[in-house]
């Protein structure tokens, strides 16, 4: 049995049978409730099967057992179409939203007599940024990053896109401001003489992210907040600003030599629980 040990978890309404070596390292986790199987050490994947027998035997189907041991470690085996994140594209909410805005040709034919913007004007900026960053950060995939697009969030927002790789796990919120001069505070971010709370904003998206994926894969998970500026002038950034990285949106190739914060078998059941709408029901 290479000494594993099994440890029955419930907490956070989950139901979850941890296998750890005797020294305390996860090798896998099986969910009750899916039947779906992560195993974290590919090595170990007979023996986990094996001392998870007698546990699984009681299951109400005695395929549970097959299940979990075909089950992807990235989450596909047990995801319903619907509820698989991996599918959006960069600005899918934005659409939604451009969609639900969009006015009839005489509202558009007045508008544009008047020499008004729509409303749906700003959103279409917005919808700009997130795919040329969308595009930028689908480039790190190359280098074994996972990408995920327009996360929903309750009441009505989103998560621009949350990168998962070597590097860590972060949360990327992304403007669009054409050929401005931009000054990024403590808190507060400064353009044309307006104070925009977007440093804030990517805190508390940060902080949410990590409260969903740390609730839904049982293990504390770190998320650090991005702010992407796109088409932007100059941008400024007081030295004392920490905790959140700006960048442009070109800048994002700098991050494929960010490494040492997570393993691939790490990196798995972190992005299995990010592409699943579930997780974030409750962020």
């Known amino acids: 049995m290479n000494g594993l040990r099994v440890s029955p978890w419930k907490r956070y309404g989950h139901d979850r049978l941890y296998v750890n070596l005797p020294d305390g390292e ?27 027998a007698p546990y699984l035997a009681g299951t109400s189907s005695s395929a549970a057992a097959s299940d979990a041991a075909a089950a992807d470690d990235d989450g596909r085996g047990s995801l319903r179409p619907e509820d698989d994140l991996a599918a959006h594209r960069p600005g899918t909410a934005v659409r939604a939203k451009l969609d639900e805005l969009a006015p009839g040709i005489v509202a558009r034919l007045v508008a544009l007599m008047l020499g008004r913007r729509s409303e749906a004007y700003g959103w279409r900026k917005g919808l700009t940024g997130e795919r040329r960053v969308g595009a930028e950060l689908e480039r790190l995939t190359r280098k074994g990053w996972r990408v995920l697009h327009s996360i929903p969030l309750p009441r009505g927002v989103d ?91 070109r800048e994002f190739s700098s991050f494929k030599r960010l490494e040492g914060a997570l393993t691939p078998r790490e990196m798995e059941p972190i992005y299995g629980a990010a592409r699943n709408r579930r997780t974030w029901l409750n962020a």
Do not use: M
């Not at 099986?30 to 001392?51: I, M, P, S």
């Not at 990024?184 to 977007?198: A, H």
């Not at 508390?204 to 049982?218: P, T, V």
């Open 159 to 249: 998560i621009d896109h949350l990168l998962i790789g070597p590097g860590g796990v972060f949360s990327v919120n992304t403007k669009y401001h054409r050929g401005a001069r931009v000054w990024v505070g403590d808190d507060s971010v400064k353009i044309g003489g307006q104070s925009y709370p977007y440093v804030r904003k990517s805190r508390a998206e940060a902080r949410r992210a990590s409260l969903a994926l740390s609730r839904a894969c049982g293990f504390a998970v770190d998320v650090r907040p991005v702010l992407a500026f796109v088409d932007t002038d100059t941008i400024t950034v007081t030295p004392s600003l920490r905790d959140v990285r700006v960048v442009r949106d």
């Open 26 to 52: 996860k090798v896998a986790w099986y969910d009750c409730g899916t039947g779906k199987l992560n195993v974290l050490v590919e090595d170990y994947r007979d023996a986990v099967l094996e001392v998870l």
